[in-house]
């Protein structure tokens, strides 16, 4: 009787196992076959995200309220003040005079003060609103892993691993007009504006508005250690395959020196350790005591911005389970 009901127990938790692998693995043709038949049209997009980390921008400016001398009254303790001092007698005509000019400067100058305040709280509420909006529209724009739940198909030869360690925070970079911004990946907030040997990303490498640069990356306070490459000098790379990204991606930031600090680049730019999916690599990796977690990409994924099943994660406290289950799918296939 108990064997049947461990039998049976264990019989279920098999096939609830098959039915998330098949579905993930369902997802992932799915997500395949919709990258083939139909690729992103990122070009304005991509503009979008490059000209939103510009400063308040003329159509910014442009909702600010002008301030209109129309719209205010005439403040009643001074009309008030004006009537008390309109005495009619000639020896008082004079000092009537200069009171009336008097009055009409304090008018004058707490209408000007009025107008300065309301003027600079109209700008700091648009100035607020603005950069909501930003951190809105920037906490969107990166590609966000599924943790993974089974051994994907074909996973040593189609699958690249790439670690994290502790420590590091996901930002997205945009490198335009001059200047290279960080912002959080998860909330959009600003975290850097400074200057970089990036494309457009600095006043010495700065080109025309269309030559911008984007990056997929982690920030650790000091350096920026580059996940995956979107964009380069205007050179759009969302639609091309991991493999592809990750060859380009170490070609280019090498071509700039962008691992070396200098005056024009304060925080170094390094690609990210990119290992196959080995059961030697993955051990190797599970052993560093600063490791996070794993990143696995598929390699013929395109850069897909939101959620996306050819982007997986595995916290470390699920790595060595996953090794050992790795370990034996590799042997029932020998």
């Known amino acids: 009787m108990m064997n049947d009901s461990n039998h049976l127990r264990n019989s279920h938790r098999t096939d609830v196992k098959h039915r998330v692998k098949n579905e993930q693995e369902k997802r992932r043709e799915e997500f395949l076959q919709r990258q083939r038949e139909k690729r992103r049209e990122v ?9 939103m980390g510009k400063e308040d921008s003329i ?38 005079e200069m009171n009336d000019e008097i009055v009409e400067e304090m008018k004058e100058e707490e209408d000007n003060n009025q107008m300065k305040k309301k003027n600079n709280n109209n700008n700091a509420d648009t100035k607020l609103n603005v950069e909501r909006r930003k951190e809105e529209f920037y906490k969107r724009q990166l590609m966000i892993p599924e943790e993974l739940s089974d051994i994907p198909n074909n996973f040593e030869e189609e699958w690249y691993c790439v670690p994290l360690f502790d420590g590091r925070q996901r930002c997205i970079i945009i490198a335009n007009h001059g200047e290279t911004v960080a912002r959080d990946a998860s ?11 990036l494309p457009n990303g600095s006043f010495k ?20 250690v580059v996940l995956d490459l979107m964009c380069w000098g205007g ?76 982007l997986c994660f595995l916290p470390r406290t699920k790595l060595n389970s996953f090794a050992n289950q790795f370990q034996s799918s590799l042997s029932m296939q020998q």
């Open 43 to 51: 070009a304005d997009h991509a503009r979008k995200i490059a000209e």
């Open 59 to 96: 159509e910014e400016n442009s909702s600010l309220q002008i301030f209109d001398v129309n719209q205010w009254s005439n403040n009643d303790n001074n009309n008030q003040l004006l009537k008390d001092n309109n005495v009619d007698t000639n020896n008082n005509l004079v000092e009537i």
């Open 187 to 197: 909330t959009g907030k600003l975290i850097q504006k400074f200057q970089s040997v």
């Open 205 to 224: 490498t700065r080109e025309g508005p269309d030559n911008y640069s984007i990056l997929d990356c982690l920030w650790n306070g000091k350096d920026f």
């Open 235 to 310: 050179h759009l790379y969302y639609d091309c395959s991991t493999d592809f990204r990750f060859f380009w991606l170490q070609s280019k930031l090498s071509q700039v020196n962008a691992g070396a600090i200098s005056s024009l680049n304060p925080f170094p730019f390094l690609p990210s350790p990119c290992l196959d999916c080995t059961l030697q690599s993955i051990t190797n990796a599970i052993q560093s005591p600063s490791l996070d977690g794993l990143l696995f990409y598929y390699k013929e994924s395109h850069y897909t911005i939101g959620s996306s099943p050819l």
